[in-house]
């Protein structure tokens, strides 16, 4: 199986800024895309940001020019840098991966973290 497990997470002022930090581990053949998706309450769950193996990103419009997302070269682990936060950022922050397995390589599978909350205040 897979883990991804997420960090950085926390309460910070408008203004400020966070990075949250996502390392996958455990039977990991290749990992095509990793990214970083949110869900506030009462809202669904949407993509944040995403890197592919190529190195190729994708924002939403909300954090472009505010968020970056990099893997800086780390082997199977994704960073989020979150810049200028504003209270609408504030969400529960899940990492995605997908993944071929060691026991299935020629299918892809998406695997979540537990979720980091982050908290901006006004």
């Known amino acids: 199986q897979v883990q991804l497990v997420e960090s950085g997470g926390g309460l910070v002022q408008a203004g400020e800024s966070l990075r949250l930090s996502c390392a996958a581990s455990?039977?990991?053949?290749?990992?095509?895309?990793m990214g970083w998706y949110r869900q506030a309450p009462g809202n669904q769950r949407e993509l944040v940001a995403s890197?592919?193996?190529?190195?190729?990103?994708n924002y939403a419009d909300s954090v472009k020019g505010r968020f970056t997302i990099s893997n800086l070269n780390t082997k199977n682990t994704v960073y989020l840098q979150m810049n200028s936060l504003k209270p609408e950022d504030t969400a529960v922050y899940y990492c995605?991966?997908?993944?071929?397995?060691?026991?299935?390589?020629?299918?892809?599978?998406?695997?979540w973290g537990q979720g980091t909350q982050v908290t901006v205040s006004s």
């Open positions: 455990g039977a990991i053949f290749s990992i095509n895309t």
């Open positions: 890197i592919t193996s190529g190195g190729r990103t």
């Open positions: 995605n991966a997908e993944v071929s397995t060691t026991s299935t390589i020629w299918k892809t599978y998406n695997f």
